[in-house]
């Protein structure tokens, strides 16, 4: 290879074109509902803890909701509902409900929340997760016309705040790494 | 793609939460009033997913058993105390089942007894967990020819696990007999009675509708009842222990939380079925 290269290195990478650079917004769009839908799909693989899949799902809609909400548009969170209640052999719906009664509040109250510490955006995620527990376990006893026990819906509950911040540690990361990549592109 | 004017755009995603929240009830009420398509759609997922677990279920296992060996090392001088002891109880056992053994055939011997035929059985690999936070169930990877049905009897190699609910072509869901949607008819075998034993999604099922003026025991061995016609008679369930507030519940045999092979037993009971997989014709025999 005696060619001399044509131009020096440029200081920063050119950003794709044309299909290709359509192509990576779509998958960087796409990222947070797949990814969220894999570990969905993972986690289920456990056994001896039942309440893990949703306890995995509210973070991840709740997060993406406030901070790529285009991303984790309605649609996909109610692909992602109806994917957690076939998983876990919820009655139809309960799941969709929940995660969309979720992904509204949080994404009507993103800007103060996008603004908040670690800290306290954990403390609200606590009181989302009681609250879909309690959501959840209303729509139960509607749908079956009896009263479950509440106990599984307080281990989901305390799971899920408990599953928060090293989930949003990850999330964080994710997120991060793509609003760099689209200030470059 | 089609422009829209930004107007209308935001007004179309402004809309889109609301008409999802409804075809979140839509799908509710189809789930309700159709159950079959709420199963199908279970069963047709689990199927495409079932090869996957099957190929995780090694490593998620060999990471189990190495904590398991763990927690085993650490226990080593007390599970060696008692398997001393319980060891020599079933010393003295053996040797009352070889004298009950030998009184067994003499008595048959005297009364032409016809032993009951031994049910088939076939053995599928359990992969995932195929519950939820109100459901308590598990995914099994079965082989494409293999004769699984609905309503079929799982054990494991102690005792009743639960019953399969859906049978898809590569998967099977058992519901476990800790559900809350579980109700398995038992007798008491000690004392012959009858009862329910009701899943209440915790890890001991209770007891219920026992006849008055006979309550069970602690410790009394509990077995299926053939009431119903859903589950053979005398497969072994648990023992009953009294919670500290004083309910009658079941200590099952089978470790629920460590299940890696099932045994389908197929007793040919058609007993209790939902309406519609009875009304469902039976899967054809497997083609050549």
């Given amino acids: ?185 | 793609m089609i422009r829209l004017s930004i107007p209308l755009r935001q007004a179309l995603s402004r809309l889109t939460l609301p008409l999802m929240v409804a075809a979140a009830f839509g799908t509710m009420l189809l789930g309700k009033a159709d159950t079959v398509i709420a199963e199908r759609a279970r069963t047709a997922l689990a199927d495409a997913l079932a090869p996957l677990y099957a190929v995780m279920a090694e490593p998620l296992r060999a990471v189990q058993d190495g904590l398991d060996e763990a927690r085993s090392l650490l226990q080593l001088r007390t599970d060696n105390a008692r398997l001393r002891e319980e060891n020599e109880r079933l010393r003295r056992w053996h040797a009352a089942a070889l004298a009950l053994e030998a009184e067994n055939v003499m008595l048959r011997r005297q009364t032409n007894f016809v032993p009951d035929s031994t049910p088939s059985f076939n053995t599928a690999r359990v992969v995932a967990d195929g519950g939820g936070t109100y459901a308590r169930a598990v995914l099994l990877a079965t082989l494409p020819g293999q004769p699984v049905r609905k309503g079929q009897v799982a054990l494991d190699e102690r005792g009743l696990v639960g019953r399969v609910t859906e049978v898809g072509s590569r998967s099977a869901r058992v519901l476990l007999a800790t559900d809350m949607n579980s109700r398995v008819p038992i007798t008491l075998e000690g004392s012959r009675v009858r009862a329910m034993m009701l899943g209440t999604n915790g890890g001991r099922p209770r007891i219920a509708h026992w006849p008055e003026g006979s309550v069970p025991q602690e410790g009394e061995r509990i077995v299926t009842s053939a009431e119903a016609g859903a589950f053979p008679a005398g497969l072994p369930v648990g023992v009953v222990r009294f919670s500290p507030s004083g309910a009658a519940e079941v200590e099952l045999f089978a470790q629920l939380d460590r299940l890696d092979m099932v045994r389908l037993f197929d007793f040919g009971l058609r007993g209790i079925l939902p309406p519609e997989s009875v009304a469902r014709p039976e899967p054809r025999p497997q083609r050549r």
């Fill in chain 1, 1 to 185: 290879m005696d060619r001399p290269p044509t131009r020096p290195r440029p200081g920063r990478q050119e950003p794709a074109q044309g299909f290709w650079r359509w192509l990576d917004a779509f998958f960087r769009a796409a990222l947070p509902p797949v990814a969220t839908a894999l570990l969905l799909v993972f986690v289920a693989a456990f056994r001896g803890a039942p309440a893990l899949v949703p306890a995995v799902v509210l973070p991840a809609v709740f997060f993406w909701s406030i901070f790529r909400p285009l991303s984790m548009s309605p649609v996909a969170v109610f692909a992602l509902g109806l994917l957690q209640d076939l998983v876990t052999y919820a009655p139809i719906g309960i799941g969709i409900l929940t995660l969309l009664a979720v992904h509204g509040l949080a994404f009507r109250w993103r800007r103060s929340l996008a603004g908040w510490s670690f800290l306290a955006v954990w403390v609200v995620f606590c009181g989302f997760a009681a609250g879909a527990a309690g959501l959840g376990w209303l729509l139960h006893a509607l749908l079956a016309l009896s009263l479950p026990p509440p106990e599984p819906s307080v281990q989901f509950a305390l799971l899920a705040a408990g599953l928060y911040p090293s989930l949003a540690f990850l999330m964080t990361r994710a997120h991060r790494a793509m609003r760099q990549a689209e200030l470059e592109a």
